[in-house]
C-alpha cells in the first residue's frame, strides 16, 4: 500500500476505504482517497524525486512554442522553485512555499494568463514526460496524474 503507516482496510459492503492514521480510523470514498493519499506522498517521493520531476517538466517548458512564452523569460530558476516549493508542500513535505507565498490561491494566480484546453492539455503532456523521466513509480504515477489533471483543468480560465 502507498501509506505504510497507515492501515487501510476495504469495507466492501460500504464501497469504502477505512483508513486509520495512528489509532483513530475514518471512512473514505475514492476521490477522498485520491486526495488522503496526495496529503502523504511526500513520504514516499521525497525532495529530490520531486525535484527531479519539477526540473524535467521545465527543461521541456522553456522551449514549448505554446506555454514558454507565459513565463518570466529571465527567471526560470524562480519559477522552478514556486513549483518545485509548491509541490512539496502539498504532498505533505515542508511548507516552505507558503512561508515564501503565502496561500497558493492558484486559480487566482493563473488569471494573468490565457489557459483554454490546449494550454491545459500541453501542461499535462509535459508533466506526463516529466514523470516519466523522473521515474514516478507505476503506483504513484496514475494518484499523482490524476491530481495534476484535476488542478490543470480548474486552472482554465477561458473557452476552448
Ligand atoms: C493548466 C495549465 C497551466 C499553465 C499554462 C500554467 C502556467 C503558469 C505560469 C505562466 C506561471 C507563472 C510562472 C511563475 O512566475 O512562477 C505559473 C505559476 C505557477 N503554477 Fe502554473 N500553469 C498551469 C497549471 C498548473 C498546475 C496544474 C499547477 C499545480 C500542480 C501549477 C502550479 C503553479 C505554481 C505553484 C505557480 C507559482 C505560483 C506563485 O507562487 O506565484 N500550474 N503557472
Excluded at 512561508?99 to 492539455?121: K, S, V, Y
Amino acid at each position: 500500500m502507498l501509506i505504510m503507516k497507515t492501515t487501510f482496510m476495504l469495507a466492501s459492503a460500504l464501497r469504502q476505504f477505512v483508513a486509520c492514521p495512528g489509532n483513530k480510523c475514518i471512512s473514505l470514498s475514492t476521490p477522498e482517497l485520491r486526495f488522503f493519499v496526495i496529503d502523504h506522498l511526500y513520504n514516499q517521493l521525497g525532495e529530490e524525486k520531486i525535484s527531479r520531476l519539477v526540473a524535467a517538466f521545465y527543461s521541456q517548458v522553456k522551449t514549448d512554442d505554446l506555454l514558454g512564452p507565459m513565463y518570466p523569460p529571465d527567471d526560470w530558476e524562480g519559477s522552478e522553485k514556486r513549483l518545485r516549493d509548491f509541490l512539496i508542500y502539498r504532498l505533505g513535505g515542508p511548507d516552505t512555499y507558503l512561508r515564501e507565498r503565502g496561500h497558493p490561491r492558484l486559480r487566482a494566480r493563473h488569471m494573468p494568463f490565457q489557459i483554454g484546453l490546449a494550454e491545459r492539455d500541453r501542461w499535462l503532456d509535459m508533466m506526463g514526460r516529466a514523470m516519466r523521466e523522473a521515474d514516478i513509480s507505476p503506483e504513484i504515477a496514475p494518484v499523482l496524474g490524476a491530481f495534476f489533471a484535476q488542478l490543470a483543468d480548474f486552472m482554465r480560465n477561458k473557452e476552448g
